[in-house]
């Protein structure tokens, strides 16, 4: 199965801060990675498709990027509101899998 | 856009069985199909399967094959998890999301179900 490496597994910024989050796949998933974001005690929610697709009303702080195996979630300017646990998934082999999860936590 | 409404929160013993469900309204049913997700109490995500609802076709990870059945009724647009043989390891939220297929996101979550296993 296709392995999702995520970096770091925690971190702690302030707000206005940017913050960057990594996924490494360990074989070409093409662009077919996702990221989530995890409320503390709420479902998860897409927040970017196909590496780099902002979905539907997710603010536009968020963005992401692909190099090669290497996916970047990025906050630009960090909200209170977006603590929380951030997941990469790739979609892209018949056995889909998540990276392990960044939680993210407010200074 | 839609949204997802999951059954409630269910308590089994050892070697039992669960089914949850999951209802989809607000969007065409046979649009979307089914992934299954869980999550281990204080762990990351884990994705378990998929189910067309066109015509249901399933594919499952290949740690819970043989142990879950993954269905759909369109006339109820309801969509279906039987996990079997239950552990305590089975102690998850489990959450029903709309997408599946090659290169599809997870676009739409249930608020997840509630599963205990214990003696």
């Known amino acids: 199965d296709i392995q999702m490496t995520q970096s770091p597994s925690s971190l702690s910024a302030s707000v206005g801060d940017r913050v960057t989050i990594t996924c490494r796949a360990s074989a070409s998933v093409d662009t077919y990675v996702n990221w989530y974001q995890q409320k503390p005690g709420k479902a998860p929610k897409l927040l970017i498709y196909s590496a780099s697709k902002l979905q539907s009303a997710v603010p536009a702080r968020f963005s992401g990027s692909r190099s090669g195996t290497d996916f970047t979630l990025t906050i630009s300017g960090l909200q209170r509101e977006d603590l929380g646990t951030y997941y990469c998934q790739q979609s892209y082999s018949t056995q889909w899998t998540f990276g392990q999860g960044t939680k993210v936590e407010i200074k | 856009q839609g949204q997802l409404v999951q059954s409630g929160p269910e308590v089994k013993k050892p070697g039992a069985s669960v089914m949850v469900s999951c209802e989809a309204s607000?969007?065409?049913?046979?649009?979307?199909?089914f992934s299954w997700v869980r999550q281990a109490p204080g762990q990351g995500l884990e994705w378990m399967g998929w189910?067309?609802?066109?015509?249901?076709?399933?594919n499952y990870a290949r740690r819970f094959q043989g142990r879950v059945t993954m269905t759909t009724d369109p006339s109820t647009t309801t969509a279906y998890l039987e996990v079997r043989s239950l552990t305590s390891d089975d102690t998850a939220i489990y959450y029903c999301?709309?997408?599946?297929?090659?290169?599809?996101?997870?676009?739409?979550w249930g608020q997840g179900t509630q599963v205990t296993v214990s003696s």
């Open positions: 189910v067309s609802t066109s015509n249901g076709a399933t």
């Open positions: 607000g969007y065409t049913f046979l649009t979307y199909s």
């Open positions: 999301v709309r997408g599946a297929g090659f290169g599809e996101p997870l676009d739409l």
